[in-house]
C-alpha cells in the first residue's frame, strides 16, 4: 500500500535466518524501518504501542546474535513482542493484530515455533525460561533460553522465586532485564556502557574465575573476603548486587538503543561458559515515535491513530466505563468512611482506582505485580479494622487464589473484591477473559458474590459491598461501557442473597446474572412474539443463591433457562445442584444453563464472542424452544 513505509532492509529479513545475513552496520537502518512498520500496522489496528517501540533495536539484537528458534527467546509479557512477530514471519498477517482470526496481541505458542511459551500474563517468563533451559541441559542439548522480562513485571515474587532457583541452568539461562522506566538504575552514558562491556567480556569471566580459585586456596576468612570484595566492587560498578545475591552474573546498565552497545555484551554472553547471567538493559517506552515519547504513559495502549499527528480514533460518546463508574461509587462510600481504602496491582487506570487515588492518596495502595500480596495485604486491613476494597481484573485475580482461601475466606475477613474485565474481553481474548471468578469464588464458604446488570447496580452493589462486614464479598463487571442505566445519587444497600423479578410472565422464566441480563430481555421479546410468556428475574447474587425466588419460578414455568458469563460450575451449577437437593428435577423440570462454553475463546469482536459461546438473545431463545420441542415459528417441532 502506498501509505507504508519503505522498508528495503527489512524486506529482505523476513525471518531470524535471513536477518543475520546483514552486516552488523545495517542493523540501524533495519531497526529504523522495523519501528516505522510496527507504528503504520499498530496505527490501522490499535493495540499495545509503547513497549514494543522500546525494544525494537533489542528484539533485532536477540534475533541476530542468538540462534532462535533454537535458542528460545521468552518476552514477559507479550505486548511488547510486535517487533518479535515482524521480524518472525509474520510481517504479512501484522495488520491482523487482535482482530477475529488474526494474529494475537501476545505471544502464542500454536501461532509459530519463535513463540515456544505463550505470555500475557506478567512475570512468568523468568521461571519458564528456567524450565527450558534445564530441559536442554538433561537432554544435552546446545540452545539456550532468553527471558525478556519489563522492569513492572520484576515487582512480582514469582520472579524472584524463579531467580532463586535458577543456578541448576548454568550457562544456558540468559535474563534480559528491560528498564523501561529508569526506576532501578540512573541514566546510562558511555562509562555504564563501557563496564558492561568489560565485565561481559571472556578475558573478564576467565581473569575473575582465576581470581575465584585463588581465593579458596586461602584459609576460610579471607577467602569469604575476598569474594565480599569481589561483590562489593562490582556492585558499586554496575549496581547488580541484589542479582549477584541470587545467583546471576549481573552486566549492566546498558543503553539498549545502543546497538553499538548491545551486540558485543550480547555476544559476550551468548560464547561464556559462566552463568546464569542478567543483563540490564535500558529502554525508553515509545522509542523513536514522538506522540508516544511525549504521553505520560507512553501510549501503552491506543486506538487506531493517526501516524503523522498521534491522534487517536476516539470512540462515539456513550455511557461511562464501569471501572469509572466504580471508581466514582467508591469515593463516595470513602466521603462518608473514613475507613474505606482501595488497592490495586498495578492497574490503577483500568480498575478506577486511579480516581479514588486523586481524592484519597493516603488510602490507595498499588502493591504493583503482586496480587498475592495485594490480597493478604487487605486481609490484614480488614483484619485491623479498615474496609479494604481490592480491586482486580478477573483474569489476574487467579493468581491470587490461595490467599483469597487461606488468608480471607477461611477466616472470614471482610475484603472487598471488585472484580474488573469479568466475563469476555474482545481483543484481549482468552488471556484476560474473565470466565472463572463465579466458579472458583462462590465454591468457597463464607463468601458473597454478587454480578451487577448495569451502571446503577454496580453503584448499588459497591454500596453493599462496603456495609458488609460479616465476611468477603465480590462484585465482579465487564470491560467498556455500560447500558447507559442512570446513575442513582442515593445508592442503595441490598439485603444479601435476595434477586429482583424484572419481567413477569407465566410459560418461560430466564435467570440472568450480570450484564447478559440486556440478552435476556431481548430474548423475552421474541419469546412473547411467539406466543410464550416470559418471567426474566436478575438474580444479582451467584452465592448465596435467592432460593426462594427460585423454587418459585423452577415450580412455576414450563421451562427454566440460567444465563452467566462464567464458566462450567458457576450459577448454572449451583442452581442445578439447589434443584436436584430439594426434589425440583423429580417432577419434570426443563431446566437449562447456559454459560461460556469449555473452551477457551480467542479474540474476536464481543457480539461475535458472544455468539460463539451462546449468549445472545437469539441463542436464549433457541434453547427455550429446544426445550419446549418448538421450531423457530414457536410450533411443535416434527418428529
Known amino acids: ?130 524450565g527450558f533451559a534445564v530441559a536442554n541441559k538433561l537432554a544435552n542439548k546446545p540452545g539456550r533460553a532468553i527471558a525478556v522480562i519489563g522492569d513492572g513485571a520484576m515487582s512480582a515474587g514469582m520472579a524472584y522465586e524463579a531467580m532463586n532457583n535458577a543456578k541448576q541452568a548454568g550457562n544456558r539461562l540468559i535474563v534480559v532485564l528491560n528498564d523501561n522506566d529508569m526506576s532501578i538504575a540512573p541514566p546510562v552514558g558511555a562509562l555504564s556502557a563501557y563496564l558492561a562491556k568489560i565485565v561481559s567480556s571472556r578475558p573478564f569471566l576467565s581473569m575473575r574465575e582465576f581470581a575465584k580459585r585463588l ?9 569469604d573476603a575476598a569474594k565480599r570484595m569481589d561483590e562489593y ?29 548491545l551486540l558485543p555484551i550480547l555476544e559476550n554472553v551468548r560464547d561464556s561458559d559462566h552463568g546464569p547471567v542478567l543483563i540490564h538493559v535500558v529502554t525508553q517506552k515509545g522509542k523513536g515515535y514522538a506522540p508516544a515519547e511525549a504521553a505520560s504513559d507512553k501510549y501503552h495502549g491506543v486506538q487506531k491513530f493517526d501516524v503523522v499527528t498521534g491522534a487517536q480514533v476516539k470512540a462515539p460518546p456513550g455511557p461511562p466505563a464501569y ?7 467508591l469515593i463516595r462510600e470513602a466521603e462518608r468512611d473514613s475507613t474505606i481504602c482501595a488497592i490495586t496491582a498495578a492497574m490503577p487506570s483500568g480498575t478506577g482506582v486511579d480516581r479514588f487515588a486523586k481524592a484519597f492518596p493516603d488510602r490507595t495502595f498499588d502493591v504493583g505485580i503482586a496480587e498475592q500480596h495485594a490480597v493478604t ?10 474496609r479494604p476494597f481490592c480491586a482486580i ?95 442513582p445519587e442515593v445508592p442503595q444497600q441490598l439485603p444479601i442473597g435476595k434477586g429482583r423479578i424484572v419481567k413477569e410472565g407465566k410459560s418461560v422464566a430466564i435467570l440472568s446474572l450480570g450484564t447478559r441480563l440486556e440478552e435476556a430481555m431481548k430474548a423475552a421479546e421474541q419469546l412473547e412474539a411467539l406466543g410464550l410468556s416470559t418471567t426474566v428475574a436478575d438474580l444479582r447474587f451467584a452465592k448465596p443463591l435467592d432460593e426462594a425466588m427460585i423454587e418459585k419460578l423452577l415450580t412455576s414455568h414450563e421451562v427454566a433457562v440460567t444465563v452467566e458469563e462464567g464458566a462450567i460450575g458457576g450459577l448454572g451449577a449451583h442452581v442445578l445442584t439447589f ?61
Open 393 to 487: 481484573y478477573s483474569t489476574f485475580l487467579q493468581r491470587a487464589y490461595d490467599q483469597v482461601v487461606h488468608d480471607v475466606a477461611i477466616q472470614n475477613l471482610p475484603v472487598r473484591f471488585a472484580i474488573d474485565r469479568a466475563g469476555l474481553v474482545g481483543a484481549d481474548g482468552s488471556t484476560h477473559a474473565g470466565s472463572f471468578d463465579i466458579t472458583y469464588l462462590a465454591t468457597l464458604p463464607n463468601m458473597v458474590v454478587m454480578a451487577a446488570a448495569d451502571e446503577a447496580e454496580l453503584v448499588h452493589m459497591t454500596h453493599t459491598a462496603a456495609m458488609h462486614d460479616s465476611g468477603p464479598i465480590a462484585v465482579r463487571y465487564p470491560r467498556g461501557g455500560g447500558t447507559g442505566a442512570a446513575i
Open 323 to 329: 471501572q469509572n463508574v466504580f471508581g466514582d461509587a
Open 579 to 639: 434443584a436436584s437437593d430439594h426434589g425440583l428435577i423429580d417432577n419434570g423440570l426443563k431446566l437449562r444453563t447456559l454459560r461460556l462454553p469449555d473452551v477457551f475463546q480467542d479474540h474476536d469482536k464481543p457480539e461475535k464472542q458472544y455468539a460463539e459461546a451462546g449468549l445472545d438473545a437469539e441463542s436464549i431463545v433457541g434453547t427455550v424452544l429446544a426445550a419446549l420441542h418448538r421450531n423457530n415459528a414457536g410450533l411443535p417441532a416434527r418428529a
Open 377 to 386: 495485604f487487605a486481609a490484614g486491613l480488614a483484619a485491623q479494622g479498615m
Open 215 to 223: 581465593a579458596q586456596k586461602f584459609p576460610r576468612p579471607i577467602h
Open 1 to 130: 500500500m502506498s501509505d507504508r513505509p519503505a522498508t528495503p532492509l527489512l524486506d529482505q529479513a523476513r525471518t531470524p535466518q535471513e536477518l543475520r545475513k546483514l552486516n552488523p552496520g545495517q542493523l540501524r537502518q533495519l531497526a529504523d524501518e522495523l519501528r516505522a512498520e510496527m507504528i503504520s500496522a499498530v496505527s490501522t489496528t490499535g493495540g499495545h504501542l509503547g513497549a514494543g517501540l522500546g525494544v525494537v533495536e533489542l528484539t533485532a539484537a536477540l534475533h541476530y546474535v542468538f540462534d532462535t528458534p533454537n535458542d528460545v527467546l521468552i518476552w514477559d509479557v507479550g505486548h511488547q513482542a510486535y517487533p518479535h512477530k515482524i521480524l518472525t514471519g509474520r510481517r504479512d498477517r501484522i495488520r491482523t493484530l487482535r482482530q477475529g482470526g488474526g494474529l494475537s496481541g501476545f505471544t502464542k505458542r500454536s501461532e509459530s515455533e519463535y513463540d515456544p511459551f505463550g505470555a500475557a500474563h506478567s512475570s512468568t517468563s523468568i521461571s519458564a525460561a528456567l
Open 233 to 261: 566492587a562490582r556492585g558499586m560498578a554496575t549496581g547488580g548486587t541484589l542479582f549477584e545475591e541470587l545467583g546471576f552474573y549481573y552486566v549492566g546498565p546498558v543503553d539498549g538503543h545502543n546497538l553499538d552497545h
